[in-house]
């Protein structure tokens, strides 16, 4: 699959980040109605970024994003609106969940895929398995 490029008044760009994010401690709560409300909330974020959802799969204890950004905004802005919205959100939507200390861990996985690698990432994502 080919992606389009972004042309704006003085750039043209294709920039994908694969983006994985863990939970406080490994603990395996992404699932069920908790995995499906947090698809929702990073489809609103990424959407206020004017950023493009290419896959995504939520794990129970860790989360893969690939997802197509535009040059003005840093993976570390996007990295930090998706874990403090949905941390905030989730926590007041699921009590198991305000008991934790916190969502997620402060770190992250980034790497950089350009249009030839891009379908082999998502192949990737979308084959991963629960365990």
Known sequence: MAQKYRHKIT???????HFVWITR???KVLGGN???????LI????????????A????PDHVHLFLNSPTNISPD???FRIKGYSSRVLRLEF??????????????FIS???NVSSDTIKRYIENQTST
């Open 34 to 40: 908790i995995a499906q409300r947090l698809s929702q």
């Open 112 to 114: 950089t895929a350009g």
């Open 11 to 17: 750039s043209v760009s294709l920039i994908n980040y």
């Open 25 to 27: 401690r490994r603990r």
């Open 95 to 108: 009590p198991i969940l305000a008991r934790m200390p916190s969502m997620w861990t402060r770190a992250y």
């Open 77 to 79: 802005q996007i990295m």
């Open 56 to 59: 995504q799969e939520i794990m």
């Open 43 to 54: 489809a609103e974020v990424v959407a206020k970024l004017d950023c493009q959802i290419i």
